[in-house]
């Protein structure tokens, strides 16, 4: 079957027609050049499996230089149209990079060293781009579920591919979000489930009742009866509970 991706026009083209020098050229174009249509390009040669190991680093190197200079540049003159905001821009901006980042991640060709130089990328997009990719070698997710950034554990704790001996470090995540992310994955088990029904933060209790994979046994437990956690005073809860009746 042949790859289909978009030139920088938009048009579709098969992908025999581009050779690696072409695709080369076409992932660095400068920056300031690129437009939406530019954004399918990479991704449809991200996700290309035929696509060379040497040309995926390319990709992925030129792509973390492309958001970093272009926020760099709408940072400087703080608003670049047609947006109607630098914030909406540099969300934009972000957003494209990890859909690119996420399709290197996912490409059955990739070779292991890119997967792991990202796990340590200065920036948090590009680990967030692995860890919501769902074939990620248990390894990397690993990894990230240790990150620094609540927002990528975060993450890792609501991909559905996750692996359950992750899902049960992340329970006990320092972060109410985190373990809040893990109480609403359906892959999570019932075990784990029935502890946070008992957390001692607001969300995850919410989190598990909601969960469509949620034991009836574990929902039809009195709140006080749910986890091992039961009998931890829920502060957290009670603040909250003061704060919206005042």
């Not at 991706?5 to 992932?27: H, L």
């Not at 608003?79 to 996912?106: C, D, H, M, N, R």
């Not at 692996?163 to 784990?192: F, H, Q």
Request: hydrophobic share 35%; with cysteine; net charge neutral.
């Amino acid at each position: 079957m042949a790859c289909v991706v978009f030139d920088i026009a938009g048009n579709s083209r098969s992908g025999n027609e581009f050779s690696d020098g072409k695709i080369t050229s076409m992932i660095h174009r400068p920056p300031e050049k690129l437009v939406m249509q530019h954004a399918a390009v990479h991704r449809a040669i991200a996700e290309d499996p035929r696509t060379p190991p040497h040309i995926l680093r390319k990709l992925v190197d030129n792509e973390k230089r492309r958001v970093r200079r272009v926020i760099a540049k709408i940072n400087k003159r703080n608003q670049w149209p047609p947006f109607s905001s630098a914030k909406e821009l540099i969300s934009y901006t972000i957003s494209t990079g990890i859909g690119v980042l996420t399709a290197v991640a996912a490409n059955p060709g990739t070779p292991p060293d890119i997967l792991s130089r990202l796990t340590e990328d200065e920036d948090r997009w590009p680990r967030e781009a692995l860890a919501q990719t769902l074939k990620m070698p248990p390894d990397i997710l690993d990894r990230l579920a240790a990150d620094e950034s609540e927002f990528v554990r975060k993450v890792v704790a609501g991909n559905t591919g996750v692996p359950s001996g992750i899902l049960a470090k992340l329970v006990d995540d320092e972060s109410g979000g985190v373990r809040s992310a893990v109480a609403a994955n359906p892959g999570t088990s019932p075990d784990i489930l029935a502890k946070l029904a008992g957390d001692k933060s607001l969300w995850p209790p919410i989190a598990v009742a909601a969960n469509p994979g949620t034991p009836p046994d574990i929902l039809a437990r009195p709140a006080d009866d749910r986890s091992p956690n039961s009998s931890v005073d829920h502060d957290e809860n009670r603040e909250y509970r003061e704060k919206t009746i005042s």
